[in-house]
């Protein structure tokens, strides 16, 4: 990656560590971009409170998922096993770190997973995390974290899946509106030479596509990029997610402050794309 744009300022990145393959992805994401702007990464590892209460009552049972057999949960093992990935967390973040010479700063905290990871992302200026954790149900989609922090955070968020995030092609949602062109403006920002930049117009005619290609001409202006102007007459999340996946897979940049896709569209079609997503919020 080369940056974002210089209208997105990055001094602090949170990032929220599992050790999931889509945890460890968002990581080297992160560490990446931190480096670029000579940022500060911050690691956030979440001891679950409700798991915890829940080991704590005297009715909880594990299944195991191997054996499908049932025995109590044990409190002080849940424990032990969180101190285990804790530090497993830390070296995971702490190699990152160090690999991109990075100003790092690490926490174990302990709470519930999504207010803690807020509450970081507060004190930062980018947050990333995985498409989803652990849990084995989340194989499609956004995981149930993931799903309430694109709608609950008010920082840009960086979602990513296993393996490299791409940085070329760059895809974009564009309807003309201010957030939109923010979203633009920061996928050039990511853009290296020669990269391949799809922009989705969304357009419901020929002279509306024709007036939001002008426009975005005029902000991509002199940047050496492949571009490529696709016309969406549709504004339903699912659609749009076809249209998009019918592009090589690449990073999404959209924005949730359109006028063309209210921002329910915009969290749906992020849920319906297998993609790794930076999600702009609108500066104000």
Same mark, same amino acid.
């Given at each position: 990656m080369t940056g974002l744009s210089k209208r997105i300022t990055i001094k602090r990145i949170a990032v929220?560590? /599992?050790?999931?393959? =889509?945890? $460890?992805a968002s990581l080297s994401a992160a560490a990446e971009i931190a480096g #670029? #702007?000579? !940022?500060? +990464?911050?690691?956030i590892f979440v001891e679950d409170i409700n798991l915890i $209460? *829940?080991?704590e009552l005297p009715f909880s049972q594990e299944i195991h998922l191997h054996t499908a057999q049932f025995e109590p949960l044990d409190s002080l093992k849940l424990e032990r096993m969180l101190k285990q990935q804790a530090k497993e967390a830390y070296e995971l973040f702490k190699q990152t770190a160090? $690999? #991109? /010479?990075?100003?790092? *700063?690490f926490r174990t905290l302990r709470g519930r997973v999504l207010a803690e990871v807020l509450s970081a992302a507060l004190e930062s200026d980018l947050l990333a995390m995985g498409r989803s954790g652990k849990t084995p149900l989340c194989r499609r989609g956004l995981g149930s974290t993931a799903k309430k922090a694109v709608r609950e955070s008010k920082t840009h968020i960086l979602l990513t899946r296993s393996g490299p995030t791409p940085v070329s092609p760059l895809l974009v949602v564009y309807d003309g509106s201010p957030g &939109?062109? =923010? !979203? +633009?403006?920061?996928?050039?920002?990511? !853009? $290296?030479? /020669?990269?391949?930049? =799809?922009? #989705?117009? %969304?357009a419901n005619n020929v002279q509306k596509h024709a007036a939001l290609q002008k426009? &975005?001409? @005029?902000?991509?202006?002199? @940047?050496? %990029?492949?571009?490529?102007f696709h016309m969406l007459p549709w504004t339903d999340s699912g659609m749009l997610a076809q249209c998009i996946h019918m592009a090589e897979?690449?990073?999404? %940049?959209l924005s949730d402050n359109m006028a063309a896709l209210g921002p329910e569209t915009v969290y749906r079609l992020i849920d319906a794309t297998d993609y790794p997503v930076l999600l702009v919020r609108h500066a104000t």
């Open positions: 929220a560590i /599992d050790c999931s393959p =889509h945890s $460890r #670029f #702007f000579n !940022a500060e +990464l911050l690691g $209460r *829940t080991a160090e $690999r #991109f /010479d990075i100003p790092h *700063t &939109a062109k =923010h !979203a +633009l403006e920061a996928a050039l920002g990511l !853009a $290296r030479r /020669d990269a391949a930049l =799809h922009v #989705f117009l %969304v426009e &975005a001409e @005029m902000i991509i202006a002199k @940047m050496i %990029v492949k571009k490529q897979p690449g990073l999404l %940049v």
